[in-house]
């Protein structure tokens, strides 16, 4: 009998019935997980992915993209565990929410790390952006691609912030990651850790005075203007987008598909990171949205902001270097918990820019 089963199971191997192609079927949806909203710059590069993929695999993927954090009640830090346990198949993640559980994440946070839009590059698709890819498949989360939020800028309800004086006692809402603590701590600020699934709302009862997110990516979806007219221009951190699977549900797709699914999510990220940009880079991301095709409503941010009341401030090189230097405790003591390695392969990418 044993013997009977076992030349079945060799009969099965030999016509390749047994490889993993068998136990490959598909589900009727892929749950894809966002934490903002349809409009901003990251929904709009979740839903062209879930398009592409549906297109092109002729329906036979289908990618739904769950907004706002539907899939985990709003609770953002939650997210990569809840990738890792199957609730969410895909998600396109800012690095910040994920950095709790995953610490080399907080690189991207690091302070005034990140000197322009080359640098971000370098490391993205340098050695540091290898190594990241490495470490959380090793976790079983797959990076299909990377997007961007932005350049995380500084609006508030109180004053123009153009020195690190001018931050003094305001209320900063940030997400709830401990280097943004300390980040805000060190700039005399009073930071206060809220879900972006709260934020807006308190941002419009004066709950908090200030918050720092992109300009494209959120501030102008979201119309934070409205609420907070002081904005001030000062590239303290950058956060990725990382367009993940979950590495079960990758293994459980045929191989012809994975292959569509990795190109879909390297062209949605194109697109995304173009709108993530436009207006804001040297007119790179404007003109690879003309050679899509597509356009954005806004093409100059921040004059747009000005027409809208908004006081956009450019902190002098003097103030800079004075936030630059108040924040250097916390690039030192962050340094360790992300990785001296990583760290400086990340500075090595830069300076190879
Ligand atoms: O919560 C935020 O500030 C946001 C939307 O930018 C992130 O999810 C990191």
Known sequence: ???????????????????????????????????PGPNTAWGMGAQRFADLVRERTGGRVNIKVYYSGQLFAGQQTNEFLLLRRGVADFTLSSTINWSPQVPQLNLFSLPFFFADYTEVDAVTSGEAGRRIEELLGK???????????????????????????????????????????????????????????????????????GQENPVTGIYIPHRLWEVHPNLTIWHYTLDPLLLTVNERVWQGLPEDLRQ????????????????????????????????????????????????????????????????????????AKWRATIGEDLVTAAEADKASA
């Open 1 to 35: 009998m044993q013997l009977t089963c076992l030349a079945v199971v060799l009969a099965l191997v030999a016509t390749g019935l047994t490889s993993p192609a068998v136990a490959q079927s598909l589900k009727p949806e892929y749950k894809l997980s966002v934490v």
């Open 139 to 209: 976790l079983g989360v797959r990076v299909l691609g990377w997007g961007e939020n932005g350049y995380r800028e500084l609006s508030n309800s109180v004053r123009p912030v153009a020195r690190p004086e001018d931050l003094r006692g305001l209320k900063v809402r940030a997400v709830g990651s401990p280097i943004f603590i300390d980040t805000f701590q060190a700039l005399g600020a009073n930071p206060v850790a809220m879900n972006w699934s709260e934020a807006v709302t308190a941002f419009q009862q004066g709950i908090v005075d």
């Open 260 to 331: 569509v699914i990795a190109q879909a999510a390297v062209d949605a990220m194109v697109y995304e990171k173009a709108v993530a940009r436009a207006g804001l880079d040297d007119g790179a991301a404007l003109a690879t949205l003309a050679e899509l095709g597509e356009q954005v409503e806004v093409t100059d941010p921040l004059g747009f902001l000005e027409g809208q009341g908004v006081q956009v401030i450019s902190p002098t090189s003097e103030a800079m270097e004075a936030f630059r230097k108040a924040t250097e405790p916390v690039r």
